[in-house]
């Protein structure tokens, strides 16, 4: 039976890992009541990785909302609420209860550059009379109609009011 301890990278809390059946991930809930993060625990390859540093196989990167990542993919990503009992038509459909969040919200556009890397574009596709109402925010500032936000590590999108981070 494999051990392995980790450090919550929410509360920062630290935690020992039990995998008695030999599984080569675990998707792991912090034990904290007053944190609650989602952690995927990797055993095959002797790293453990958190659910914020969560690798994808396309290297393109992925948004990290209530500790859980949503993988992007090379091309056209929509984002959005998930509605309630339908499907929506998001490609990213977050399951948030924030009504302020459009169940089409904003558009993130990824590039593999000649070089290699990635290129990363948000912008916000409401209808123009909902942009009035709660503006999709990048770092706390505010996305115009005519914006499109070249992505960095890190970054903090809002939309709504339902913050998501940005991982590559």
Do not use: W
Not at 3 to 14: A, F, N
Not at 99 to 109: F, G, V
Request: with cysteine.
């Amino acid at each position: 039976m494999e051990k392995k301890t980790i450090r919550c990278p929410r509360c920062r809390g630290v935690l020992e890992v039990t995998n008695p059946k030999g599984e080569p991930q675990l998707l792991i809930t912090c034990p904290n009541p007053a944190c609650g993060a989602k952690m995927r625990v990797t055993f095959a390859t002797g790293d453990t990785i958190l659910a914020d540093r969560q690798p994808h196989d396309d290297q393109i990167g992925h948004l990290l909302f209530d500790g859980e990542p949503y993988a992007l993919s090379e091309g056209t990503n929509t984002v959005g609420r998930k509605p309630k009992g339908k499907n929506g038509t998001a490609t990213i459909q977050l399951p948030t209860d924030d009504h302020s969040m459009s169940r089409l919200h904003a558009q993130i556009q990824v590039t593999r550059l000649k070089n290699g890397r990635i290129k990363a574009v948000l912008s916000d596709i409401r209808d123009k009379e909902k942009m009035e109402q709660r503006p999709t925010l990048v770092d706390d500032e505010p996305l115009q109609p005519e914006d499109a936000i070249v992505l960095a590590h890190g970054d903090i999108i809002t939309l709504g009011e339902t913050p998501i981070k940005y991982m590559r």
